[in-house]
């Protein structure tokens, strides 16, 4: 379905960089932020299903063939960016990778593709657009953390995957007092279990039984739980919040 925004969105005119924005709570918040009235980059290292997925999208939509871990590669992205519209007012830091079961089950290889991915991704991207953002004198940034930071680990015993999450809750405390001076928000959204790529195959009908009794709302979050508070933070309608990370958990945290 073509996305088509009101003549008063909340979004208009908002340029928007989204990371792992193919598939997933990625793609949702895409969807969502053009829905209402923002241009959207969807950046994935799958481009052909981010070219597929902006295409469903419609015109306020382009896919972007991105690595975060690449540095010359999001700098690239960048350079793009300001060349075609010459500002870029809102990032969402969301892709990323998940590892999961018993701590000593981790390989090497494993924690080193998850720092990648996780943290050093988004290093990459704050790094790129920061600069730019300063200039710019504004600037909206939004992490996706993960109950897990809290937890240390999840429901199904991911505490290295929890430790990269923690460390984004570190890095937008941190980040909100360099950055708010410079007219730059930073907020992270830490959502619960949500049905994506991402864990559908660890889902076993036994597993979810026994995961959903955590959660007061006795539901798991969904795409658009997500991507509803992700428009909220990226709007003027949060302009005095900064340096907050907001569960999306259906109660999950207080259990
Ligand atoms: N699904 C959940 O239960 C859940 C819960 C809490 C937090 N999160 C977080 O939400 C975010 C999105 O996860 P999802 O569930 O939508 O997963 P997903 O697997 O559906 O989407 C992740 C996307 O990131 C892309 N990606 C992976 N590595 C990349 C790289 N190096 N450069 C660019 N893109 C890359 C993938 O191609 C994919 O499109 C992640 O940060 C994840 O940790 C997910």
Same mark, same amino acid.
């Given at each position: ?6 003549? /008063?969105?909340?979004l208009?005119?908002k340029i $928007?960089?989204i990371?792992?924005a193919s598939s997933?709570?990625g ?7 053009? +829905?209402h009235?923002?241009f959207?980059?969807? #950046? *994935?290292? *799958?481009?052909?299903?981010?070219q ?8 306020n939509a @382009? ?7 690449d ?5 690239a992205? %960048?350079d793009e ?7 870029? +007012?809102?990032?969402?830091?969301n892709?990323? @990778?998940?590892a999961?079961g ?5 390989s090497?290889?494993?924690?080193d593709?998850?720092?990648?991915v996780?943290?050093?991704g #988004?290093? /990459?991207?704050?790094?790129a657009?920061?600069?730019i ?8 940034m939004?992490n996706?953390?993960? @109950?897990?930071?809290f ?5 199904m015993?991911n505490?290295w995957?929890?430790? &990269?999450?923690?460390?984004?809750? $570190?890095? &937008? ?5 360099e950055l ?5 928000r930073?907020? #992270?959204?830490?959502?619960s %279990?949500v ?6 195959? $660890?889902l ?7 995961? %959903? ?6 539901r798991?979050?969904?795409?658009? =739980?997500?991507? =509803?508070? $992700?428009v909220?933070l ?7 919040? &900064?340096?907050?990370i907001i569960?999306? +958990? ?6």
């Amino acid at each position: 379905m073509q996305h088509t925004p009101s003549g /008063n969105a909340i979004l208009l005119g908002k340029i $928007a960089l989204i990371t792992g924005a193919s598939s997933g709570i990625g793609l949702q918040i895409a969807r969502q932020f053009v +829905d209402h009235g923002s241009f959207v980059y969807l #950046a *994935d290292i *799958d481009f052909p299903k981010a070219q597929e997925k902006a295409q469903e999208i419609g015109a306020n939509a @382009v896919a972007v063939h991105m690595d975060i871990c690449d540095s010359t590669q999001v700098r690239a992205t %960048l350079d793009e960016i300001m060349r075609q519209k010459g500002a870029i +007012d809102i990032l969402v830091n969301n892709a990323g @990778v998940l590892a999961q079961g018993p701590f000593d089950l981790l390989s090497e290889r494993e924690w080193d593709k998850l720092i990648a991915v996780n943290l050093t991704g #988004a290093f /990459n991207c704050i790094q790129a657009v920061a600069p730019i953002m300063i200039k710019q004198n504004h600037g909206n940034m939004i992490n996706i953390a993960s @109950v897990s930071a809290f937890k240390g680990g999840g429901s199904m015993g991911n505490v290295w995957y929890g430790a &990269t999450k923690a460390a984004i809750v $570190a890095m &937008t405390k941190g980040l909100s007092r360099e950055l708010g001076p410079q007219g730059i928000r930073i907020n #992270a959204i830490a959502p619960s %279990l949500v049905e994506t790529n991402m864990i559908k195959d $660890a889902l076993t009908p036994r597993i979810k039984k026994q995961i %959903l009794m955590q959660f007061p709302l006795g539901r798991f979050a969904t795409k658009m =739980d997500v991507a =509803d508070l $992700a428009v909220f933070l990226a709007s003027g309608l949060s302009s005095f919040i &900064t340096g907050q990370i907001i569960a999306v +958990d259906g109660g999950y945290l207080n259990v």
